[in-house]
T-cell receptor, first 116, second 113 residues
Framework: AQTVTQSQPEMSVQEAETVTLSCTYD???????LFWYKQPPSRQMILVIR??????QNATENRFSVNFQKAAKSFSLKISDSQLGDAAMYFC?????????????FGQGTRLTINP | DAGITQSPRHKVTETGTPVTLRCHQT?????MYWYRQDPGHGLRLIHY???????DKGEVSDGYSVSRSKTEDFLLTLESATSSQTSVYFC????????????FGQGTRLTVV
């Protein structure tokens, strides 16, 4: 079975600095998707960024970027120029199949605190 | 925001009572899901549906049943609630093709006392 591990239960960073959240996963599949979701105190799950495993180029969305290392099964999220609104729980998630149902496997989450 | 409504948003119930949570979507998405969120576990898939009357089990399906009689509604039932089912429950929807996003509802906090 696929597993996703986030080894940092909590992280903190000064406002305007850069922080990297770690995620590793285990799979025998060659085609899959990886996601980072943000969950603010409102509890809403918000997609931050997605990565297709067959793409070598790392995904980027404004201040958010990933470092995808397929051989190492690593998928870290870098947040640049951290803002107070970035404070939230962040979940790494894996999706096995590229077609059909979005059966996501989530990591345990990392709580990110932004210090003003 | 994706048109997903979960009801109720909060519920307290007693051990042994049946509980039904409802998820309603206005997006006409084919796939619907129920996840539960617990500290230290992230979100875990309970059941999902790939069409009207078509459902399948997820990772943590014991003690739960689901039904989907209409495209827009997906019900999660706890036949006899236990304290271990105290959790936050999320409904999600997706189109199901490629890497399309799964959209989540606001969650239902269920407490079993």
């Amino acid at each position: 079975a696929q597993t996703v591990t986030q080894s940092q239960p909590e992280m903190s960073v000064q406002e305007a600095e850069t922080v990297t959240l770690s995620c590793t996963y285990d799979t025998s599949e060659s085609d899959y998707y990886l996601f980072w979701y943000k969950q603010p105190p409102s509890r809403q799950m918000i997609l931050v960024i997605r990565q297709e495993a067959y793409k070598q180029q790392n995904a980027t969305e404004n201040r958010f970027s990933v470092n995808f290392q397929k051989a190492a099964k690593s998928f870290s999220l870098k947040i640049s120029d951290s803002q107070l609104g970035d404070a939230a729980m962040y979940f790494c998630a894996y999706r096995k199949s590229i077609q059909g149902a979005q059966k996501l496997v989530f990591g345990q989450g990392t709580r990110l605190t932004i210090n003003p | 925001d994706a048109g997903i409504t979960q009801s109720p948003r909060h519920k307290v119930t007693e051990t042994g009572t049946p509980v039904t949570l409802r998820c309603h979507q206005t997006e006409n998405h084919r796939y619907m899901y129920w996840y539960r969120q617990d500290p230290g576990h992230g979100l875990r898939l309970i059941h999902y549906s790939y069409g009207v009357k078509d459902t399948d089990k997820g990772e943590v399906s014991d003690g739960y049943s689901v039904s989907r009689s209409k495209t827009e509604d997906f019900l999660l039932t706890l036949e006899s609630a236990t304290s271990s089912q105290t959790s936050v429950y999320f409904c999600a929807i997706s189109l199901g093709t490629g890497g399309t996003e799964a959209f989540f509802g606001q969650g239902t906090r269920l407490t079993v006392v």
